[in-house]
């Protein structure tokens, strides 16, 4: 069965340099197996399939797959699902109500803002600091010494992730890691003098191997509620990422009144047609 399918740009307005993802517009009847089976197909870090709603308030449901396994929410994602649901969708909400998107972690509201789609962030369902054990494997998972981890988090809000927070954002940049075992963030704050306030990298394991994700908005999303609640940065901020792989994200995160965040970032459609699925 033929099904309309895009591919997005996300988190960059320059042409290929944001995280790229695959969305399938019309996933009904698609079995788990049929879509892990197209993830690992296309081998982008998580690929979604757009689905009839099962929430009344819903515009629509998501579930989202890397090559390996399914996640309850992933950021951009959520962005590139949102954008090309718009553009192929003649019943899109109008050009000032916001969109609820379902999925594994709940109802996910995205709203269009000068800097791009925006995502609120979804509620963390792991925080808290990790136990000295794990504080040093991921020292060593890393190739940092104990004394540069300035803190470390879990910050999981559906993807697992775990923060480390170093110096500087040439400490970030610095790192090799070696094999790592757990979904790991790293963040380090630039120069003041800079537009952008922190430099982060993110680090999945896949079939034993390390793998770096170019931008990431669940864990942007996360480190945010973390370094806003310590006071550690202030809202609003633009986070950069993908430096270390020649790419140019840019993460633009705000907060409400009430203390909603908001994940912002450019889209772009980069390739658009049919699938056969």
């Known amino acids: 069965m033929?099904?309309?399918?895009?591919?997005?740009?996300?988190?960059?307005?320059?042409?290929?340099?944001?995280?790229?993802?695959a969305v399938v517009l019309d996933g009904n009847g698609l079995s788990t197996e049929e879509m892990q089976r197209f993830a690992r197909w296309t081998n982008l870090?998580?690929?979604?399939?757009?689905?009839?709603?099962?929430?009344?308030?819903?515009d629509y449901r998501v579930r989202i797959f890397t090559p390996v396994a399914e996640l309850p929410f992933a950021g951009h994602p959520t962005l590139g699902t949102c954008h090309a649901?718009?553009?192929?969708?003649?019943?899109?909400?109008?050009?000032?109500?916001?969109?609820?998107?379902?999925?594994?972690?709940?109802?996910?509201?995205?709203?269009r803002t000068e800097g791009g789609l925006a995502f609120a962030a979804p509620p963390l369902v792991r925080s808290g600091p990790v136990d000295d054990a794990l504080l040093a494997h991921l020292g060593a998972m890393l190739g940092v010494e104990r004394e540069a981890i300035v803190d470390a988090q879990?910050?999981?809000?559906?993807?697992?992730?775990?923060?480390?927070?170093?110096?500087?954002?040439?400490a970030v940049l610095a790192l090799r890691p070696k094999a790592v075992d757990l979904d790991?963030?790293?963040?380090?704050?630039?120069?003041?003098?800079?537009?952008?306030?922190?430099?982060?990298?993110?680090?999945?394991?896949?079939?034993?191997?390390?793998?770096?994700?170019?931008?990431?908005?669940?864990?942007?999303?996360?480190?945010?509620?973390?370094?806003?609640?310590t006071g550690r940065v202030k809202a609003p901020y633009v986070a950069r990422q993908g430096t270390a792989l020649s790419r140019e994200g840019r993460v633009q995160i705000s907060c409400d009144s009430d203390g909603r965040i908001w994940v912002a970032g450019a889209t772009c459609t980069r390739i658009e047609g049919q699938v056969e699925l």
């Open 45 to 58: 870090s998580e690929t979604a399939f757009v689905l009839e709603p099962t929430a009344p308030e819903a």
């Open 85 to 111: 649901w718009l553009e192929a969708s003649a019943s899109a909400a109008a050009a000032g109500d916001p969109v609820v998107q379902e999925c594994g972690a709940g109802l996910i509201r995205v709203r």
């Open 2 to 21: 033929q099904r309309p399918f895009a591919q997005v740009d996300v988190f960059s307005s320059v042409p290929f340099a944001g995280n790229p993802v």
């Open 154 to 170: 879990w910050v999981d809000n559906g993807p697992g992730w775990v923060a480390v927070l170093l110096g500087s954002a040439d």
């Open 184 to 229: 790991v963030g790293v963040v380090g704050p630039l120069p003041e003098h800079e537009s952008e306030a922190l430099e982060l990298r993110a680090f999945f394991p896949k079939d034993g191997a390390t793998v770096e994700d170019p931008v990431t908005g669940s864990l942007n999303a996360s480190v945010a509620e973390w370094l806003l609640r």
